[in-house]
């Protein structure tokens, strides 16, 4: 398994403004994410952190927006740029790890735009 | 048609009943697959791995059918605690691993 921490847990936030969230993961993995849930919905998933190279974004999500770094195999970080009222979410990281690739996850980063 | 498609819900169930939960997927080249639970306002964490010749761990038993591409989680003597939202996953490996979450069931466990 693996423990991931992730700060901050929550943040209030101005429009306009950004955000960095850290993630932090106990041991090594070779994959970590970054997902969105806003309020009432399923998973979305935001990119890939990829170790020593650009992250692999979804559709619907740009670098400009949610610049992600990995600078090594246990540490990431999430970037939420010029944000608005619709960036309101959760914001998880994870990793994956494990006989059969299980998905370990962070607690959440709770962002409210205001 | 959804990759990983399961009956939102919600479900409504007293304590000490019997609930199951079904999920289907679409893709032959899924190799592993798992239930995570989510309470509200938490992230996911990780129920049990489901295997082809079943798993139990206490009061909750997951199946895989692979032929019919169908997942199951039956969980027996409900407690109030149950009262989450269960998503299916599953992982494909289509030249590098991807996961798919289901969009989750909600189940209620009353009193």
């Given at each position: 398994?693996?423990?991931?921490s992730q700060k901050p847990s929550r943040d209030i936030c101005?429009?306009?403004?950004?955000l960095t969230i850290q993630c932090?993961?106990?041991?090594?993995?070779?994959?970590?994410?970054?997902?969105?849930?806003?309020?009432?919905?399923?998973?979305?998933?935001?990119?890939?952190?990829?170790?020593?190279?650009?992250?692999?974004?979804?559709?619907?999500?740009?670098?400009?927006?949610?610049?992600?770094?990995?600078?090594?195999?246990?540490?990431?970080t999430l970037?939420v740029?010029?944000?608005?009222?619709?960036?309101?979410?959760i914001y998880?990281?994870?990793?994956?790890?494990?006989?059969?690739?299980?998905?370990?996850?962070g607690e959440g980063s709770w962002l409210t735009?205001? | 048609?959804?990759?990983?498609?399961?009956?939102?819900?919600?479900?409504?169930?007293?304590?000490?009943?019997?609930?199951?939960?079904?999920?289907?997927?679409?893709?032959?080249?899924?190799?592993?697959?798992?239930?995570?639970?989510?309470?509200?306002?938490?992230?996911?964490?990780?129920?049990?791995?489901?295997?082809?010749?079943?798993?139990?761990?206490?009061?909750?038993?997951?199946?895989?059918?692979?032929?019919?591409?169908?997942?199951?989680?039956?969980?027996?003597?409900?407690?109030?605690?149950?009262?989450?939202?269960?998503?299916?996953?599953?992982?494909?490996?289509?030249?590098?691993?991807?996961?798919?979450?289901?969009?989750?069931?909600?189940?209620?466990?009353?009193?």
């Open positions: 398994s693996a423990v991931i101005q429009r306009g403004t950004s932090q993961v106990d041991s090594q993995v070779t994959m970590m994410f970054w997902y969105r849930q806003q309020p009432g919905q399923s998973l979305t998933l935001i990119a890939t952190a990829n170790q020593g190279s650009e992250a692999t974004y979804e559709s619907g999500f740009v670098i400009d927006k949610f610049p992600i770094s990995r600078p090594n195999l246990t540490f990431s970037t740029s010029n944000m608005s009222p619709e960036d309101s979410s998880l990281c994870s990793a994956q790890t494990g006989s059969g690739n299980t998905i370990y996850f735009v205001v | 048609r959804k990759e990983v498609e399961q009956d939102p819900g919600p479900f409504n169930v007293p304590e000490g009943a019997t609930v199951a939960f079904n999920c289907t997927y679409s893709n032959s080249a899924s190799q592993s697959f798992f239930w995570y639970r989510q309470d509200c306002r938490k992230e996911p964490k990780l129920l049990m791995s489901v295997y082809s010749s079943g798993n139990e761990d206490g009061r909750f038993t997951a199946q895989l059918n692979r032929a019919s591409q169908y997942i199951s989680l039956l969980i027996r003597d409900s407690k109030l605690s149950d009262s989450a939202t269960y998503l299916c996953v599953v992982n494909l490996n289509t030249g590098g691993f991807k996961t798919i979450f289901g969009a989750g069931t909600r189940l209620f466990v009353k009193a």
